[in-house]
């Protein structure tokens, strides 16, 4: 069976892909069994978008605090699936949060400009900021789009920042992430208008 959504703590999370355009030296997908012990999220085939509105039907929404497009792979791989999709549970409960964690990289991915679209379709978009240096992001997260790939995460951000509530910027703690580096990739992401938030190094 496959994991289309599952729960993790208060949100009930949803996995539409296994791809991605990164190949992160940390990424679960290579390095893990799956997300907070979900099991096995590779899927054996994308779901259909009948398919993931159906899955997301079986959980009680009074329960959770909000929905979260997430991994295994990147979820704006499938962009126009996520958007219906949101919209469907926008439609059903406009009072119901949604989030997006990606690597910002959706620009690049669908050839245009993106973040438009997540207005009023999402509450949050969280990004993988990883680093303040272009060189760094580039060993570490491998994206097939090579040097392109860290300015367009940031255009991303800033675009997305001025057309929703919340743009979040994440970066994993120490001591992956010094206490230095971490006060400059929150300047990168508060000039983005965005905030930073710090990851628990999970070890
Ligand atoms: S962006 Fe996310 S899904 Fe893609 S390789 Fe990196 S950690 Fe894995």
């Given at each position: 069976m496959m994991n289309i959504t599952y729960n993790v703590r208060q949100a009930v999370?949803?996995?539409l892909t296994n791809r991605c355009p990164?190949?992160?030296t940390f990424c679960l997908r290579s390095n893990g069994p799956g997300v907070h012990g979900s099991g096995s999220l590779w899927l054996d085939r994308e779901p259909r978008l009948d398919e993931v509105i159906a899955d997301l039907g079986k959980?009680?929404?009074r329960t959770y605090r909000e929905v979260?497009?997430?991994g295994y792979g990147e979820p704006t791989e499938r962009?126009?699936?996520m958007l219906a999709v949101a919209a469907h549970l926008k439609k059903q409960d406009p009072a119901l949060r949604i989030r997006v964690n990606t690597n910002g990289l959706s620009d690049l991915i669908n050839g245009r400009r993106t973040a438009p679209l997540f207005a009023n379709a999402v509450d949050c978009v969280s990004?993988?900021?990883n680093t303040d240096d272009p060189a760094e992001y580039l060993a570490v997260c491998r994206p097939r789009f090579g040097e392109a790939a860290?300015?367009?995460m940031l255009a991303f951000a800033r675009e997305a920042a001025a057309v929703l509530p919340e743009v979040v910027m994440t970066v994993v703690g120490e001591p992956v992430t010094s206490l230095a580096k971490q006060a400059r990739c929150k300047a990168v992401a508060e000039s983005?208008?965005?905030r930073l938030r710090v990851r628990p190094y999970e070890g």
């Open positions: 999370y949803v996995n990164c190949a992160c959980w009680d929404y979260v497009f997430c962009l126009d699936t990004i993988s900021l860290y300015p367009a983005l208008g965005a």
